[in-house]
């Protein structure tokens, strides 16, 4: 069975610094990835996704994630954060893409400092 | 620009009450899905939907209950409604060619 870890919940950062969010995932076969953000009261948005090739990707806002097979990891990062930043954080990895079904982590929540 | 919608924002119902979420997508999907999300445990899977009247269970599909009668609408039945089916409902829909999916901005639905 497929699984999401985000190990932190709730992360401050101050605007401006750089962030890096965790994600640990368990999956059978090579892994579909994804970084979602929810901002209050909205839907989730999807930030970027991997599939195979770079294990460095590129995202929209000025995100990136990258992959990481030995450590099962697939963290997204971000070198300068705004205060627009601040929302809530999914990480996902889906089945296979014909079905887009996907299995999400709880959530890290990022709080920016002005 | 693409959208799904979902018909009400918020919307507090009986318990027993029979409810309907209901949902909408214009860009031609075939797959769409229905999920809860509650603080502190993500989104869980509730039904999918790979075309018209066709459905599957996802992880926590109990007092649940779907219909896809057309290929632009997913509802969400809440047979008899109660307090623990309070919660965030998100539709998301998903683009097989691009392999992302769009989400609804959501339900809160408060069960009294």
């Known amino acids: 069975a497929q699984s999401v870890t985000q190990p932190d919940i709730h992360i401050t950062v101050s605007e401006g610094a750089s962030l890096e969010l965790r994600c640990n995932y368990s999956?059978?076969?090579?892994?579909?990835l994804f970084w979602y953000v929810q901002s209050p009261g909205q839907g989730l948005q999807l930030l970027l996704k991997?599939?195979?090739?770079?294990?460095l990707v590129q995202g929209i806002k000025g995100f990136e994630a990258e992959f990481k097979r030995s450590q099962s990891s697939f963290n997204l990062r971000k070198p300068s954060v705004h205060w627009s930043d601040a929302a809530e954080y999914f990480c996902?990895?889906?089945?296979?893409?014909?079905?887009?079904?996907?299995?999400f982590g709880d959530g890290t929540t990022l709080t920016v400092k002005p | 620009d693409v959208k799904v919608t979902q018909s009400s924002r918020y919307l507090v119902k009986r318990t027993g009450e029979k409810v309907f979420l209901e949902c909408v997508q214009d860009?031609?999907?075939?797959?769409m899905f229905w999920y809860r999300q509650d603080p502190g445990l993500g989104l869980r899977l509730i039904y999918f939907?790979?075309?018209?009247?066709?459905?599957e269970k996802g992880d926590i599909p109990e007092g649940y209950s779907v219909s896809r009668e057309k290929k632009e609408r997913f509802s969400l039945i809440l047979e008899s409604a109660s307090t623990n089916q309070t919660s965030m409902y998100l539709c998301?829909?998903?683009?097989?060619?691009?392999?992302?999916?769009?989400f609804g901005q959501g339900t809160r639905l408060t069960v009294v």
């Open positions: 998301a829909s998903f683009d097989v060619m691009n392999t992302e999916a769009f």
């Open positions: 860009m031609d999907h075939e797959n």
């Open positions: 999956y059978g076969a090579t892994p579909y």
């Open positions: 996902a990895v889906g089945a296979n893409t014909n079905a887009g079904k996907s299995t």
């Open positions: 939907s790979y075309d018209v009247k066709m459905k």
């Open positions: 991997y599939f195979s090739g770079d294990t």
